[in-house]
Each structure stands twice: as structure tokens, then as C-alpha cells.
């Protein structure tokens, strides 16, 4: 018997008792009525102008579904091309801050004009060793190395309506996957060469602020931007501005401020050590570590996928691992670590570092099984980024803990420790202002895919032709999730298994609205994503994507059961 689509569809929502009172969404028959649903969201002002920041995969796909909804959106590059991680440099970040920085500073340190000058405010600099390091910080170089292999396939890694070429081998390297976004950046008309002025490459946005009528009503959104140019001699022109939006979205990426664990005696090691001890981000080449002793922590998807190339030239290479009881996503830990070769030594978690001796070859390393490592030559902390946004201080909240609760009064934070996101409603709008939204910014999800249903709900619902539900209400739908979820933790933000039932949301949702009110409808993705899915994890994996039989060290069970109680991210 075959069910009706409909059918199909509110099952995979999963969502019945947020769907049965969302009435903004339960849309009466159509008509040309254009007031505003009961119980939805009303926007105080009016939205035309939109600023993007970041011109990765989901930067240029809001800007496509923006621009086609009729709005004015405006790209904010701080690099000096598209294609966010996917634009690879020999030039490496700058080594990762141990302790780790502050989180509303993780990613940079703001870089504001003098108070009261006019703008733009203009300086240049004339020291050629500073004009690199300011260079190479404001662009911040990428987290990809030169042998970077995809590890989603290319029928699921592509922007859809611009396909890879017939052909495309499904493990697609890092340089073709940079072309691909340049072609895409091409088509849009916002590459490097095209001159249009609704993307400002080399601009970093370093603040947002709300921008207030003369009787402080908030009524928009004002940036502070810093671009940094190259002039002639290696020298900089550095220019200020401030320019208005009516709307702001946050694409600018997961992959900008480092995570290292505070482990004893490790700050001090970085101080005797600094060129020695490195973060996942500043891979390169796996020739650097030739005839080295190398100890990699972590071995999640880039830390598995950094240990067999670095095991070809290193005389010897250490992974340390660790058990997380709570994970429950895949691939866990397990999958990951079998791509460990098997000249590579795991090892348990670190315990501390002891003091510093005068080399780091000849200091050493306890673990927590009691044994110790010495021999040493680069340590390469694989252990993940945290959220960080500089640009919007007074949403960061650190006092509070990672399962912490914000006072109901006060402003609820986006950000408390970094592991994961609050007060966004379908982890897109903020809650309290959805003028200001994200996209791309959860874990574990296809970023060519997702990116586009959440684009395109953002642009519907700023250019009127759907809503959302009312203030309340969407604090209630966030407040069932955070309770399913089991509170907050490093695993909040990661969609994983539930991406395919949110993409089906979306498409309901959206689609509803655009047969109402007019505008974009969107289609699901095809049945061969899963199968396509289903054979590559079966590739990249291999048969212990169903049967594992790997001990973590410092785990009390091993194989199937320790799959699902090993971490999947890199953080920790």
C-alpha cells in the first residue's frame, strides 16, 4: 500500500507537539489576504538592506537567496577570495593561545578606529615585518592542508542547482573543491574580479552594533568594518567605515578559534616550546615532520585523517584518545580511529605534562594509565574549534557555565563557553531579535545542502512571505529542545541524524508559505542521498561502519559498545 507523501512528511517531522500549537504555521485557506497570521512575529521595522558575513558555501548561497527574494545584500570577505576553509595558503594561522583566549575573542581581537575621528578613518604602515603579521591575522589562513580529501561525497558536497561536472570522482580534493566556489562566486558575480560593490573582499566586520532612533528606539544595525589592503613593498593601508543594515547574517564559519584542553603543565611546555606544539590548523605538509617523534591528540575527523600521513615520514607517530560516555552520533570515535595506521601508536588521554626540560625531546609526558612518554618532537593538538564572534561582544556570556541557564530578564547570550549556541530558533534566528541570524553554524551537517533551507527561510521571512511564530512561542519550541537534548553541552549545536528531519521541516514550512504568500519553492533531497550516504560510509569506513573490533585506550569496553560511547567531534 503506498501512503500518501503527506503522511511521509509529518512523520519524518518528529515534531507533532510543536507542529499541533504552532498556529503560525497552520495556514488558513489561501486567499489574498496579506496581513500577518495570529500568534506570529511582528517584525519594528521594515527589512531591505542585509549584510552577510563571510563569503564561504553559506555566505554565497544567502546572498543568492536573498538577492532573489528582492532584498539588498551586502557580503562582508575578510579574506581576499571566496570559498571561506576551502581557500588553502601555504601561510599558516598564527600559533593557538594556551590557555585558550577568551571566547569573545577566540577568533581575533577587534581592531577599532581611534574614538571621535571622522570616517573613514585611514592609516598606513610602513614596518614590513608587522605589515605580515597584520595581513596574516586579519585574513586568518584556513584549517586545510595540501592532501585534504573531502570526507562527504561530492553528489552530497555540491550547491544544488550548480553541479559538480559529469564525472566528478565522489573524494574530491581540497584545490577542486576551492575551484567549484570560485566557479559558483563566478556565476553569482561576486569573484575577486567582477568589481561589484555588494561584496567588500579584505573586510573584516569588527563590530555590530544596534542602531538606535533619536528616542533609542532599535531600528537596524550598524557595522564597524576594517579593511586591510596590501600596498606597494609588502606595506598596509588599513581603512575604517561604519556602514547600516536593516538585517544581519553570521556565515562567518566554525573553523576560526582553535580549542586546546587545559591539561597541567601544558602552558608551560608552550612557553619553552612554541614552535613545537601546534594546532590541527596549522597542518600543512606531512614532510615537516620527517624522521620526527610526533604525538597527535585527538583522533576525530581531522586528527585520523592528519596520523596516516604524517606516519609515512615521522620515525614515530602517538595518538591520544579518549572515551566520552555521552556521545551517540556516528561516525564516533571508532570509525575515525580505524583509519589510524597501524604504525601509529594510540595512547590514553594526557594527565599532565611534566616540567619543561631544556628540549622538548627530553621532557615528558604522563598519561593517565600511569605511563609515561618522552622522546617527543611536535605535539598536534587535533582537539577542535569553539564558537566565538567577536564582532558581537554583548552576546557572549562566559560567566556562565556550559550547562548554565541565563537569567530569564536579563539578555540571553549566543555564547557561554563556546561548545554550542543558545537562543536561536531553528538554530537560525535569534530569538529576541530575528533580525539577526545564522546559517551554517551547527556541527555534524552538510554544509552545501543545509545552508540553502536555511538561506532561504531566512530570506522569506525578511522579504514577508512567511513567518515566524510569535516571541513566546519560539522561546517554547527552544526551551522542548533544550529539554530533549538533555540541557546544553558540546552536542546542542550538532544536527547529525536529526538534519534530515529539519530540511523536511523546512520544506513543509516554507513551501506552505510560498503557495499563500507567492516566492521560491524548495525540494527535498533526492532518495539517493541516503543510499549515497549509506556507500560511503561503507567506503570511507569500510565494514567496521557496521562491525568495529577497536579498543579506545583508557575505555572499559571496546568494539560496537565503545563506538557508541567514544566522542565524534574533534572538541574537547
Known amino acids: 500500500m503506498r501512503v500518501p507523501k503527506f503522511l511521509l512528511l509529518l512523520t519524518a517531522l518528529n515534531l507533532p507537539s510543536v507542529l499541533s500549537s504552532q498556529s503560525a504555521f497552520n495556514y488558513p485557506p489561501v486567499d489574498n489576504e496579506p496581513s500577518l497570521p495570529p500568534n506570529s512575529y511582528k517584525f519594528e521595522w521594515p527589512i531591505r538592506r542585509v549584510a552577510i558575513i563571510g563569503a564561504g558555501v553559506g555566505g554565497m548561497i544567502a546572498y543568492r537567496e536573498l538577492q532573489t527574494a528582492g532584498l539588498k545584500p551586502h557580503l562582508f570577505e575578510r579574506d581576499s577570495q571566496s570559498g571561506g576553509t576551502w581557500h588553502y595558503t601555504e601561510q599558516t594561522p598564527l600559533n593557538p593561545p594556551i590557555p585558550n ?11 577599532l578606529p581611534p574614538r571621535g575621528v571622522q570616517l573613514p578613518y585611514v592609516e598606513e604602515y610602513d614596518n614590513q615585518t608587522l605589515c605580515a603579521l597584520q595581513r596574516r591575522e586579519h585574513r586568518a589562513p584556513k584549517a586545510v592542508w595540501y592532501n585534504l580529501i573531502t570526507n562527504t561525497p561530492a553528489p552530497i558536497q555540491q550547491i544544488r542547482g550548480f553541479p559538480w561536472p559529469d564525472g566528478t570522482e565522489w573524494a574530491v580534493s581540497r584545490s577542486k573543491v576551492n575551484r567549484y566556489l570560485q566557479a559558483f562566486a563566478s556565476w553569482l558575480g561576486i569573484n575577486t574580479n567582477d568589481n561589484n560593490p555588494s561584496i567588500s573582499y579584505n573586510t573584516r566586520v569588527e563590530l ?74 596549522q597542518y600543512r605538509h606531512p614532510e615537516d615532520y620527517a624522521g620526527k617523534n610526533v604525538l597527535i591528540v585527538g583522533a576525530s575527523a581531522s586528527g585520523s585523517q592528519i596520523s596516516p600521513e604524517i606516519s609515512r615520514h615521522a620515525a614515530k607517530v ?23 595506521p597501524l604504525n601509529t601508536t594510540l595512547i590514553a588521554e594526557i594527565k599532565h605534562f611534566h616540567p619543561p626540560n631544556q628540549t622538548i625531546h627530553d621532557s615528558t609526558i604522563e598519561l593517565v594509565d600511569g605511563s609515561i612518554l618522552r622522546d617527543i618532537n611536535y605535539i598536534l593538538f587535533a582537539t577542535g574549534f569553539r564558537y566565538s564572534y567577536p564582532f558581537l561582544p554583548e552576546y557572549h556570556n562566559p560567566a556562565l557555565g556550559r550547562t ?29 531579535n530575528p533580525t539577526l541570524a545564522f546559517v551554517n553554524a551547527n556541527k555534524v551537517i552538510s554544509a552545501f545542502t543545509y545552508a540553502e533551507f536555511q538561506a532561504l527561510a531566512i530570506s522569506m521571512v525578511w522579504a514577508g512571505k512567511a513567518h515566524l511564530p510569535a516571541r513566546d512561542e519560539m522561546w517554547r519550541w527552544y526551551q522542548k529542545r533544550v529539554e530533549e ?54 567506503a570511507f569506513f569500510g565494514d567496521s561502519w557496521l562491525v568495529r573490533d577497536v579498543t579506545i585506550p583508557g575505555a572499559e569496553n571496546s568494539g560496537y559498545e565503545a563506538g557508541f560511547a567514544a566522542a565524534v567531534n574533534d572538541d574537547w
Open 318 to 340: 602517538y595518538q591520544s584518545v579518549r572515551p566520552d560516555p555521552y556521545a551517540t552520533q556516528r561516525p564516533t570515535i571508532i570509525d575515525w580511529v580505524r583509519q589510524v
Open 101 to 111: 583566549a577568551p571566547i569573545s575573542t577566540a577568533d581575533f581581537e577587534p581592531s
Open 485 to 538: 537534548s538533555g540541557g546544553y553541552g558540546k552536542y546542542f549545536s550538532s544536527l547529525g541524524k536529526r538534519e534530515a528531519q529539519m530540511r523536511r521541516f523546512f520544506q513543509g514550512w516554507l513551501n506552505a508559505a510560498a503557495a499563500k504568500y507567492g516566492g521560491r519553492q524548495i525540494d527535498g533531497l533526492s532518495f539517493e542521498s541516503s543510499e549515497i550516504h549509506t556507500l560511503w560510509n561503507r
Open 404 to 432: 548554565d541557564e541565563a537569567p530569564v530578564d536579563g539578555l540571553q547570550p549566543i555564547v557561554t563557553d563556546g561548545s554550542h549556541l543558545r537562543s536561536l530558533h531553528l538554530d537560525t534566528f535569534y530569538i529576541n
Open 208 to 281: 555590530i552594533e544596534k542602531r538606535l532612533d533619536s528616542t533609542g528606539k532599535h531600528i537596524g544595525w550598524t557595522l564597524t568594518t576594517k579593511r586591510l589592503e596590501e600596498m606597494g613593498g609588502g606595506l598596509n593601508r588599513a581603512t575604517w567605515n561604519k556602514e547600516e543594515f536593516d538585517a544581519v547574517v553570521v556565515v562567518s564559519g566554525r573553523w576560526n578559534a582553535p580549542n586546546v584542553p587545559a591539561i597541567e603543565g601544558l602552558e608551560a611546555w608552550s612557553k619553552q616550546f612554541p614552535d613545537n606544539i601546534l594546532h590541527s590548523r
